[in-house]
Each structure stands twice: as structure tokens, then as C-alpha cells.
């Protein structure tokens, strides 16, 4: 094929070309529905075309590709340089090509270098793929990446969230990662208000984005794919898990002039210990110790090494379970227990309250990989009018959490359900247990 055909390329927007002026050799950018992800990058596949490079098209599945070639490339190519039929994967052009690879088959993906490979629906890729088929065939030619799609509503904070929210921050030279909204995001109170994405399509209108989201039936779905939150439809619980879980996996210093609280689950024969301590005034995590498989002595002493940590601090204990003989064993060693008794009124309750404080974002938790798994792996669901909890993973760390969190205030215009317990835990002086314990509880 001769090198002077001719081809018809769409303008890009604005939102486009600032992402294009910022580009880096990756590129991982989660766009809202609208922005033209597919029209930008069969632009840049195009122009690889007529320079004499090839590119490679990646996709979760075969559907994508065959959309990206039959609504796209067949409007800017010329008709005789389509696939002439529909299991055809490949664009030649100028001894170039553009090959289009479904990675349900991640084996069939490996292939010679090229100078630019694309990542479509990149959200959907299922971990490792990036860092075993696409990466070593770009490192071959110094080639460029570019990854577009939106956060998975089913593992919300797989690879594609982690490339640009935790390892993009890193290698800000060598990786560009961007969250582009549309102009509107959904406050606390549900409510759609305008919003500044200076890198959005700004041809959709608020207007528009007022109608569509007020006339969605599934609000959740609405908001990944236009305000690109990380949400999930699965019925998970909480959010901003990544953005929570920060802090070292340490115990600062205490100061004994703020105000803490100490919560704590017993484990059964195979379950985990989890003692929790809290910075009720901030929402700072400032202690956690979990264990597994000791006797009740190594419980009970390890109950007091966190009390006596923070100056003689009572120890909230589930007493539901494996705990409901705490209290009178604690007590012979001078540490106070408040007994914690789960049902179906109060666990809603307090897992409820703990999801707030998570979305609006007042927790700084451990950097922990227990932490992250549990909150990441708890879900909910509604059977016959009751609230009905699962996990593939262990909850003591979610139930310890939400009996440390109850005294921290959610911030919002109501008064929160946290709020008389924190009133309660300010008029307590550390050094006067006394009376105070049958007082408050």
C-alpha cells in the first residue's frame, strides 16, 4: 500500500489535548463515559500508521475491539485497508500494523515489539497482565503506553486504581496517571453539584449531566462512569479504603492528654485477637495488635499491655463470643473491660457508621494488609428485611474497628449517633478510674 493514502482524524477536545501535552512513556488515565477514549487513541494508533510503526490494541474482550474497529478505525481508514473479515485482528499499513489483541487468551498477547501499545477498558484487565504481556513488549522498543477506562465495579481498587492512585505519585517522570470526572460530582447528601475537571470533555453540558443522573435508576453504576469513583456493585461496604490505610504500622508515641479508646475482638480457635486503639478527637489509628492461636493467659496479658500503654485505658471487648468471660478475668488484673454485646439493632448500626467515616474520608488507618483485605472483601445484602453480612475474608478487624470508631463524630450538618459517647469519653480523666466505668456505661 502506497504511503500517500488518505486518512480523516477527529479534533481532539480540550480535556485530550492537555492529556496528550502531559504525556509520559505510561499513561493511565480513567476517563468518565464521553471523553472519547477509544476516538484518542485510535488517533495516536493512526498516526503510528502513517509514520511506518506498528501498534498493539489491547482488550479485556473481543467486543471492544470489534466496536474500536468497526465505529472508528473504519471511519478514518480507508475501506480497503479494513480487516476484510470479522476473526481478522490486524491494520496494515506502509509495512506497518495495528494489532488487536482480546487478553481472555493472555498467552496469545505476547508478541514482537512495537512502538505504541493501547490499553482499552483497562479497569477490566485482571491484575498481572500489565506486568506480563504488555510491559516487556514495549520495554523491547522504548515504546509508549497509553491505558483508558474506568474503575471496575467489581474490584474496584484492582491494578488500573493502584497504577494511578498509589504507584503513578512515584515515578511522576516516567508515569502520568489521571481521574477525569465530568463537571458535576455527587455530594454526601446524594445531591449532583458542578465541579471543576479541568480535563474533561467540557461538550457535555451540567445540564445534561443533571438529566442522566436524576433519571438513573442504579445512582452507583451512574457515578463510575461518570464521576469515575471506585465504587462497587457487588454490595461492598466501604470506600476509600486506599486513601484510609496510610499510616505506618506503628505505635507513636501517646500522649495522655487526648482522647483515645481501646476496642478489642476475641478470637476463636481458628479466628484472629484484634485490639484496636483509636484517636477519638482525629480518626488516627494509633494501635493495633492481632494474633492468633495463644492460650488465654497470652490474651489476657496482651489486654494488658494496651491498657497499661495508655495509662490504665478500659478496653471495649466484644462479649458476644469467645470474649463473654473477659470482663471477670480482666478485672482480677485491675483492667477494666466494657462488655460489647452484638445484635441485629446495634452491628448495622456501627458497620453503618464506620462506612461513613471511611467515605468522607476521617479515618487514617495502618498501612496493613489485613486491614486492606477485610474492608476490601466485606459485603452486605438484604434477605427478608434483615441486613445480612459476608466476607471471603476474616471480620475481626472490621468488628474491632467499628467498636473503636462509634465515638467519632461523622461530619455532616446532623448530629451524629457518636456524638453523646465522644461527649462522654472528653469528661473522662484517664487517671481516675474509679466510680467513672459504671457511671458511663
Known amino acids: 500500500m502506497a504511503k500517500n493514502v488518505s486518512v480523516t482524524l477527529p479534533s481532539w477536545h480540550d480535556g485530550q489535548k492537555m492529556v496528550w501535552e502531559n504525556r509520559r512513556k505510561r499513561n493511565f488515565i480513567c476517563a468518565h463515559r464521553g471523553w472519547w477514549k477509544t476516538t484518542f ?25 470489534r466496536d474500536a474497529i468497526d465505529e472508528h478505525f473504519k471511519k478514518a481508514l480507508p475501506e480497503s ?5 470479522k476473526t481478522e485482528q490486524t491494520i496494515k499499513m506502509n509495512g506497518a500494523a495495528v494489532s488487536f489483541y482480546s487478553l481472555e487468551a493472555d498467552e496469545h498477547s505476547r508478541g514482537p515489539q512495537s512502538t505504541l501499545a493501547i490499553g482499552d477498558e483497562w479497569g477490566l484487565v485482571k491484575d498481572g497482565i500489565y506486568e506480563s504481556v504488555v510491559d516487556p513488549v514495549l520495554m523491547k522498543s522504548d515504546g509508549d503506553g497509553w491505558f483508558f477506562g474506568t474503575y471496575n465495579d467489581h474490584d474496584p481498587f484492582n491494578h488500573f486504581w493502584q497504577m494511578i492512585n498509589t504507584v503513578a505519585p512515584t515515578r511522576p517522570d516516567y508515569i502520568q496517571a489521571h481521574t477525569i470526572p465530568v463537571c458535576a460530582r455527587v455530594n454526601d447528601q446524594g445531591e449532583l453539584e458542578p465541579f471543576d475537571s479541568p480535563f474533561c470533555n467540557a461538550n457535555i453540558t451540567y445540564e445534561q449531566l443533571e438529566n442522566s443522573y436524576y433519571t438513573a435508576f442504579n445512582k452507583t453504576r451512574w457515578r463510575i462512569e461518570w464521576t469515575c469513583e ?15 490505610c496510610v499510616l505506618p504500622q506503628k505505635t507513636p508515641n501517646i500522649d495522655q492528654s487526648k482522647h483515645y479508646i481501646l476496642a478489642a475482638d476475641i478470637g476463636k480457635v481458628n479466628d484472629y485477637t484484634v485490639i484496636i486503639g483509636m484517636d477519638v478527637e482525629t480518626g488516627v489509628m494509633v494501635y493495633m495488635d492481632r494474633f492468633t492461636d495463644c492460650s488465654w493467659e497470652q490474651i489476657y496479658s496482651r489486654l494488658r499491655k494496651a491498657s497499661a500503654t495508655f495509662g490504665g485505658l478500659p478496653i471495649k471487648v466484644d462479649a458476644t463470643g469467645a470474649g463473654s468471660h473477659i470482663y471477670e478475668a480482666m478485672m482480677q488484673y485491675g483492667v477494666h473491660i466494657i462488655e460489647h454485646k452484638w445484635n441485629v439493632v446495634n452491628k448495622p448500626k456501627l ?18 494488609p489485613a486491614i486492606i ?34 465515638p467519632i463524630q461523622v461530619k455532616s450538618g446532623d448530629k451524629d449517633q457518636g456524638t453523646d459517647l465522644l461527649d462522654k469519653l472528653i469528661g473522662y480523666n484517664q487517671k481516675a478510674k474509679g466510680d467513672w466505668l459504671e457511671q458511663l456505661w
Request: hydrophobic residues 45%; glycine residues 4%; aromatic residues 8%.
Open 41 to 65: 487513541c485510535m488517533t495516536l494508533c493512526v498516526e503510528q500508521l502513517l509514520k511506518g510503526n506498528s501498534s498493539r490494541w489491547y482488550a479485556p474482550t473481543m467486543r471492544p475491539i
Open 81 to 85: 485497508l479494513a480487516p476484510e473479515h
Open 230 to 244: 471506585a465504587l462497587s456493585l457487588d454490595g461492598a461496604v466501604f470506600t476509600n479504603i486506599y486513601e484510609a
Open 351 to 368: 458497620i453503618d457508621h464506620l462506612a461513613s467515616l471511611l467515605e468522607r474520608k476521617q479515618l487514617k488507618l495502618w498501612q496493613s
Open 373 to 406: 483485605n477485610e474492608l476490601k472483601a466485606f459485603n452486605q445484602s438484604t434477605v427478608a428485611g434483615r441486613v445480612k453480612y459476608t466476607t471471603a475474608e476474616h471480620d475481626d478487624v472490621i468488628m474491632t474497628l467499628a467498636m473503636a470508631a462509634e
